[in-house]
């Protein structure tokens, strides 16, 4: 028989605009079911989850279960990188890409419980993470980091309340395609400077961003490399164009799509904020640097 362990649960009862509310409390009453001891948080704010979950995490805790989309993925990633406490996942977001590269089923609640009690009963894997210095700020994330388009878009995304799906972040991309200009960056990668006018730089630690697009068809998520993902400039019809091939991967071989590996990576562009696991970090510059095998995960 497994052994009891102490977890806390962090539910975003917000998560896929609120659709998915008994998501949380199945995943609690299955842990108590299986044995386990259960700690339930929620909050009316993703910050005072975030503060009531880091109160939590002061006492005896074997796990921390988030439930929820990336959002929660990133809100357990800051909290448990680069220490000795695992972090699991059940996806009910918007996105969910994390859980997708783990192979969490991101699509079926009760496969994803039951995927969860089975890897509760195994060793949690290490996987890296990056680390993201921002003026006086350090975060973390384990997915991806947007630094281009890709953040305009999620900017635009997040202020809609229609539709409510993945099909948002395809529209904002449309809406904002009607005013976007190349940008024009300033880079330090691996200690080498470049500059380059481009659409979008992403840094990736995972395949996918946006509920499945894959960026980086061959990233690698406990290889100890980032993977640099830069489009260059295109016109709105070429954009277009080439846009249906992200769900596929089969964008990545071509000419104006640029995928190098790196382990440390400074960005600079004037008028641009950053964003990590769709959570707005800020204003550039930021410098990344993976830090391998950072974060246990339970998956």
């Known amino acids: ?15 896929a605009f609120g659709r998915r509310r008994d998501v949380g409390p199945r995943v609690a009453q299955a842990l108590v079911a299986a044995g386990h001891q259960v700690t339930s948080l929620s909050a009316p704010s993703f910050d005072a989850l975030r503060r009531d979950v880091q109160g939590a995490l002061v006492s005896r805790v ?5 439930v929820g989309g990336d959002g929660m993925v990133s809100l357990g990633t800051n909290l448990l990188a680069g220490t000795s406490r695992p972090l699991a996942i ?18 079926d609640t009760d496969a994803a419980i039951r995927h969860l009690l089975d890897a509760l009963t195994r060793p949690p894997r290490a996987i890296d993470t990056a680390r993201v210095r921002c003026g006086d700020t350090t975060i973390w994330f384990a997915g ?4 281009g388009l890709d ?8 202020r809609m309340r229609r539709p409510r799906g993945k099909s948002r972040y395809t529209l904002a991309m449309l809406l904002v395609l009607t005013t976007f200009r190349p940008i024009s960056y300033r880079l330090t990668v691996d200690g080498r400077p470049r500059r380059v006018r481009a659409m979008l730089i992403s840094v990736a630690n995972n395949v996918s961003i946006g509920g499945g697009m894959r960026i980086v068809p061959g990233a690698v998520i406990d290889d100890g490399l980032l993977d640099l993902f830069i489009v260059a400039p295109l016109s709105r019809a070429g954009f277009l164009r080439v846009f249906p091939k992200v769900f596929s ?8 799509v640029e995928i190098t590996r790196c382990r440390s990576i400074r960005i600079d562009a004037d008028r641009v904020a950053a964003y990590a696991d769709g959570e ?15 974060l246990l995960v339970h998956a």
């Open 144 to 147: 991806v980091l947007s630094a």
């Open 249 to 256: 991967g089969t964008h990545a071989t071509l000419p104006q």
């Open 151 to 158: 953040a305009v878009v999620n900017e635009r995304a997040n």
């Open 62 to 66: 074997d796990a921390l279960v988030v």
């Open 1 to 15: 028989m497994p052994p009891c362990l102490h977890l806390v649960v962090a539910i975003n009862a917000a998560a």
């Open 90 to 107: 059940v996806p009910c977001g918007t996105g969910n890409d994390l859980a997708r590269g783990l192979g969490i089923p991101v699509d």
């Open 280 to 294: 707005r970090v800020g204003a550039m510059p930021v410098q990344v640097d993976v830090v391998p095998k950072a």
